[in-house]
């Protein structure tokens, strides 16, 4: 059996044979895998590597805090590019800008250069952003009702990620001395040109006539309160799993653990962070998107409490796996909500335009991440995580509130 090349798969709403289908979410579900051990690799080494190069440890987590700067720089650009030219495009410009962020921050280790290491790290969120990305793309050409499980397939990917990037960290963090991660960067590169080669192979509807014109205006769409409570809840789900994953590999050294826990610790976060994808599709099904961006935030209010319990590892631990579970309801959650808010011409705006406002305000989290800690605290992290968490539910409350009495009417 053939099939036609994808110039000729027409319309942002047409269904794909069911072989593409299945190819499209194996790749993108690889390609999250990798890509996702790239981003690992910059939580894991960010604030150590920028607490040795700084020139004041206020700026330790200022090379995270820049990544998500990235993300939050490029997800209006990359849209048009989608837009324009289709999803692959902007695909291979984001795992070249991956590649660029390793050889660049290998640059910076081997030189002692801080802001270097810095822009090295846009350019990863810039790479961060594109993947994150991938979830809408696996919906594209799959029936409406499959969508949300397509979705979580293909963030279930980054299982692999939770496994192979800490352990990338660990194996080669100490190949290269003196330069402590020069060989981690170096690997982290290569492991960006292979995630390129594999999405070459993806084939997805490419833009039409109607997707150029874009539909509705932004402002219309945006004044929706279920696009409201959904980009709230995706925005404070990234934010605040950010704000305290930039914070915790740091903390855990200022409490006297090891690297290798830190390490450790991340790698069961990432885990948890896409574990559940292999099911959050089926239960957003069964139960509503809106009802597991709530568990998910629930989730996360949890992992606050935990880490105020007290600061051995397994305090850390156990607040990181709680906080990576709480993102992927919390995220995928929200994400689901985002495709009920659009038609399908106005897919790649409505969608880069809600991944702005999540990454934008996910770097302030993660701007104020690294001075809280360093002048408050721990603890204080954890407290001030509290307050968006109750913005969010409210938001999502009258959301549903709302749904529901539409519904009745």
């Known amino acids: 059996m ?13 269904v794909l044979p069911a072989e593409i289908q299945r190819g499209n979410i194996w790749r993108l579900s690889v390609a999250q895998a990798l890509a996702g051990a790239n981003s690992v690799v910059v ?86 952003a594109v993947v994150l990305s991938f979830r809408f793309a696996a919906a594209d050409g799959v029936e409406a009702e499959r969508r949300a499980r397509a979705l979580s397939l293909v963030m279930a990917g980054g299982v692999a990620a939770g496994i192979v990037g800490p352990q990338l960290v660990t194996w080669t963090m100490d190949l290269w001395p003196p330069h402590m991660f020069a060989a981690t960067f170096l690997a982290q590169a290569a492991v960006a040109a292979i995630s390129a080669v594999i999405l070459l192979g993806v084939r997805l509807p490419v833009p039409t006539v109607q997707e150029l014109a874009g539909g509705r205006t932004l402002k219309e769409i945006a004044l929706q309160p279920r696009f409201v409570a959904a980009v709230i809840c995706g925005a404070v789900s990234y934010m605040l799993m950010n704000f305290l994953m930039t914070a915790a590999p740091l903390a855990m050294h200022m409490c006297g653990h090891s690297q290798e826990s830190a390490n450790l610790g991340l790698q069961w976060h990432v885990i948890a962070m896409y574990a559940p994808s292999f099911f959050t599709g089926k239960l957003i099904s069964r139960f509503g998107a809106a009802r597991m961006a709530a568990m998910g935030l629930i989730l996360i209010g949890l992992s606050a409490a935990v880490g105020l319990g007290g600061i051995e590892v397994m305090h850390f631990w156990w607040s990181l796996i709680l906080l990576g579970a709480g993102w992927n309801f919390g995220f995928l959650g929200a994400s689901a909500l985002v ?44 407290w001030v995580s509290f307050a968006p968490l109750a913005l969010s539910v409210a938001a999502l409350a009258l959301a549903m509130r709302r749904k529901a009495r539409i519904l009745a009417e």
């Open 339 to 382: 495709l009920e808010c659009h038609r399908p011409e106005e897919k790649t705006r409505v969608q880069s335009l809600n991944d702005f406002i999540v990454f934008g305000l996910m770097a302030i989290g993660s701007f104020s991440s690294g001075g809280l800690l360093s002048a408050y605290g721990w603890n204080t992290v954890l």
């Open 2 to 14: 053939t099939h036609s090349p994808p110039s000729s798969i027409n319309g942002p709403a047409a």
């Open 43 to 128: 939580y894991a080494t960010g604030s150590i590597v920028g607490n040795m190069l700084a020139p004041t440890p206020m700026l330790a987590t200022l090379p995270i805090s820049i990544f998500v700067v990235g993300m939050a720089a490029c997800t209006l650009p990359v849209g048009a590019i989608a837009r324009r030219h289709g999803r692959r495009a902007a695909f291979l410009l984001g795992t070249g800008a991956g590649v660029l962020a390793g050889l660049l921050a290998l640059a910076a280790v081997m030189a002692g250069w801080f802001w270097l290491f810095c822009l090295a790290t846009f350019f990863g969120g810039v790479y961060a």
